[in-house]
């Protein structure tokens, strides 16, 4: 509930956007498991700020100290503290917001659900937060791939351009060649370009990330509510800016009769049991059916643009908000270690709960 | 977890398509809430299969029994359980599926996590599991009604024929005007012909539907991984078939720049903040703003269909199978409400999260 | 929380005294387990009322009935809803409590809480609740006793009267050989003969359970807020009447100093890991360390008696009430079972939550 | 579950002896409250090592840093995060315990459980992670104190010296005039005594720790599992080193009859609703009914003594273990502010669940 999430790996998260530090606390991760700073520091070099001409300027390290539950070089079963300091917060930006609430924000739900609002970066809403849940769900792919699990994230839309071809003909090793983390490298180049146009125009723009997921074993997810793409739904539509998710051929299957969307099952070479097609993206009746798990998430563009725009303030009068500060003109090249960390974070919960699911034999 | 779904306002359902009852106990329903059985029971009604020559033809009444909980017609706050007898089970008609799995269905991946599955008419893998959760969402509507908050679910879309209008040109009162639940009369006469045809053919389709929630306060939803959308995605996306869910514009959004995206906000002449435009469907930052929250939904269509289709058996053998037995061309009249139910659900748990938000007064 | 008990192995319990039924649902138990319905209804009958001279002449057959969740007799891994009807309610004999508070009973907090009550028979606040808490927690002893853990609950003290001997000298095959579940026959007529005195003066009488498990694995209970015993005091400091749990040597343990009560380590002759004595009830940091669990459980006398008492109305205002209606001069007898399910419960819940704790080899 | 604990108001802590640092997130307090850290320091002031001669000589200043979830003096709904540096760590001391199974200790528990240990200072598994449980209790309280409980612990009985009247009787105010916590001063110097004894000793002893909560309003705990009783057991229970606790008249409740246990009720001059008695320590049902809540805790005496004791080791071979290291030869002073805060965390929770019992009025 609330800041925490999972529910045996869990993470809990804590920190404002010009705060101290923001951190998490990683709990119910088996004793036993490396814990490969490196890889977890590099999932936040790529959700960092400042990492590329087409992000926001704020520059932070984000460097990820790790407090509590490893024990030479293992976990031990006891809770994973991260810690991440903040460095450059501007709080100044802000003091012309202390009193306003910004369009397509959530300064005013906020102000109207707790009375209380810290204005400075956005407080606790800031997607600031998500370098928290980027660190903790590293750990929960460290996990993952131990047991043979990877999970890929790549920006498949900005505004207009799409990549044309479907995942299963891309390299997905070749996401972090472009900046915008776009693995087809043409689309990429016309993605940097409207991003840079959108920059210039102090205006933002949105876009799709896909999800994909190899390796999986057949029977994870629980069958009612917690099936796998409700969890996944959950987790990933927490993520800020995220306004919709589809699974497998999503939307496209209602297009589809039963006829045609059911994929067919047939035993491999290995007497491994798989399907023909792949429309349902890899879960039947909410349960991993051992197919790639493939999921697309939509992005609204950025609330933050350097553009003048009517609003109120918390006297509920008009005002005229200039454009100020720091942004990222579009958010999806970020967005790809959030949306890896989130996906690892339900998998590793919905694994561990398998463990459960029938007698010893 | 598992057979649970909520925090505060909470539902646990219990029962296989075949077996002697299927049922939920509702926990966390504040006292002195009139349970008005009759809106329950409608509300199932409306669920309930055979209701209409378009869905499947199984016989049950779906009579739904309060067992506890109710005093003199009020909630106590004690677990009010509701129980619905199963009468037409047929499960003769599944003899043959006992050493299949059906292409599209759970059976192949219940049988993975658990190592044993009951096969009549799918077990708790079948949708008949949603007549306990819209008998437990009822109460949930009763409570939310008692607040003002109303919510509206209606086809919007069956295979290729959509509504073409937005919902807020639409009479939501006539949703149950046509036997698909599609308030636009015009669109409902051409999906009753689709449907119709794909019965004929043994086929089945897809479709979304629109849900719409209209009275909400500002202030509901929890700012990090239990935002509004996030809790909503996690409820709908476990109804089954559902493979996507889009919040105000969805996937439209990435479509817009921020400057045309960002809803600005005004106060209106009774005092009230209101936004000009509702791209966001009623949330910012995972917290009602006020404004009608809005979704759309993505069924696939229905895995059962009356043609034979290749698939293997519990020996991983290739076997034909022959379409046999009751089937539902088309779920989507049968899904409103469930959609309301599991909206609702959602949104009382909120509301009574929203209570603990601050300190009184 | 609230009607719900556990985190992996839960029950939701549901009912209230003179309701149509009383019941639970237990969720997570692993599928592939023999569910025997005659165990479940052996321990429900050692519950149930008018089972013997000294317990309330109620007379309920408690049969438990199963809805789902189980295929040809074994757990699928679905919800298991079993259900028990109310039969002989005699809520006549509670009208003249409709505007009282009983003293020791919880009519004055309910509706403190709730500002409603079903006061017919206690409502949901009636130790009937039990019966489901027994059904559920069977289920939970049958997943135990696959994998050679035994629980034992008996009659330590009523009153004045107590057991002279630890629980290694006696036969705990042989708890039910008398009607007041006391396995030390001397005690057992004695204690008898206390509460029919009890009854005949309208009066009656509390004392002590102690539970006793054998065949505990090492490594069961969480290390910090889930210890073990914490757990263990959760579930069964919810029972009704209890007042108070003490772990192996429990307040004793304060006499002791650490040179005394420290269980030194040896290794048996087959290897494995024992203690020379075992003060600590069977835990260590809260964690099983495969000795036998001990604990204690105070329960104080019955809060029903057949004797007038002064107290207030709803309006506040001094009554006396007269002693009217069917007691349990002493409810120890029916609290072995209650006391057996709680304790199966947890330590289900606690096995669940083990194969989770490091990586497999 | 694990680390968290609580369900509405959270605490979740992390953090081993001798690792960079201890800490928690507080999850679910409400906003507004001001966050006093004076208060918050003191209480961790209580318990930290080093305070006085009759407790262990580790020195720690346990400064209370808050990372998050306050601005300008107030929380906001956000979680906040707590962090206590660790300083006077001497991991040196414990190498020799390395591969060695401490009695009365979790090494072999914890071992068995997760197959890796941290064994510096006992790790996770040390008292020491109680430093967070205060810090996070202490905004508990503080949220209480706004509403008028006021929380109470202090030591009862050190081994055989005991407190000989009732906690009425006493001046709470005065607890801390004593360095063993104990309001009565002639009893307090012969429990300094006893303590000074056993340190000379290298020995350690036990007690009893008595918990009074005043102010408390009728209405809070939830009737079924989680009474309120219930849920102080869960967290009392587990403290380190707690073997039992007991509400009210406890184990003695036994030794009276329903018509001696009974509290009458009356009404006061104020038209409150009062008992005559207050053998039930404060609930009815599991619910607050308004009296003092009463409870007494048994701590069994510190497992580390200075002593020689026959043990094993990690390759179960017998051993004997040298006593070295600091320790506390009792650490009952130490732990009143413990019992507050996990007394204060636990009303908390009740406190916010109280806000969603029954519809507003």
């Known amino acids: 509930m609330q800041n925490t999430f999972g ?13 101290t530090a923001i951190g998490c606390v ?15 520091q590099s999932q936040n070099n790529r959700r960092k700020p400042g990492q590329s001409t087409i992000t926001t300027q704020r520059n932070e390290s984000d460097t990820v100290e790790i407090l509590s539950g490893v024990f030479e070089g293992k976990s031990t079963g006891a809770p994973i503290a991260l810690l991440i300091k903040n460095k450059d917060a501007h709080s100044a930006d802000y003091d012309h917001l202390k009193d306003a609430y910004r369009p397509g924000h959530a300064d005013y739900t906020w102000e109207k659900k707790y009375g209380i609002r810290d204005h400075r970066g956005g407080g606790r809403s800031s997607a600031r937060e998500t370098a928290a849940r980027v660190a903790g769900g590293a750990i929960a792919q460290l996990l993952l791939k131990s047991l043979g699990v ?13 990549v044309p071809v479907g995942y299963d003909v891309l390299d997905l090793s070749s996401i972090d060649n472009s900046i915008v ?7 990429a180049a016309k993605m940097i370009a409207l991003i840079e146009q959108a920059k210039t125009d102090g205006d933002s723009l949105g876009g799709y990330v896909r999800g994909v997921v190899k ?12 099936k796998l793409p409700a969890l996944l739904g959950h987790g990933l539509l927490s993520i800020n800016a995220v306004k919709g ?7 496209e299957s209602a297009l589809l009769k039963g006829s045609q969307h059911n994929d067919s099952f047939y035993t491999n070479e290995n007497g491994t049991v798989r399907t023909n097609t792949n429309h349902a993206g890899g879960t039947l009746g909410g349960i991993s059916n051992g197919e790639d798990i493939i999921f697309t998430l939509a992005f609204k563009p950025t609330a933050t643009i350097m553009q003048s725009q009517s609003s109120i303030n918390t006297q509920n009068e008009p005002i005229t908000l200039e454009g100020k500060g720091r942004h990222d003109p579009c958010v999806l090249p970020r967005a790809v270690p959030i949306v890896e960390a989130m996906t690892a974070l339900v998998l590793a919960d919905c694994y561990l709960m398998s463990k459960t699911n029938r007698l010893a034999i």
């Open 150 to 162: 990877e999970i890929y994230a790549y920006v498949q839309q900005v505004y207009t351009e799409a």
């Open 26 to 40: 990683v709990d119910g991760c088996p004793a036993g498991l490396e814990i490969d700073l490196d890889f977890i």
């Open 7 to 19: 529910n045996l790996f869990r993470i809990t998260t804590f920190g404002e956007s010009h705060g």
């Open 215 to 226: 390796g999986m074993p057949a029977g994870w997810g629980e069958p009612v509510f917690d």
């Open 181 to 187: 983390r776009c693995p087809h490298l043409e689309t």
């Open 245 to 251: 998710i589809a699974f497998g051929d999503g939307f």
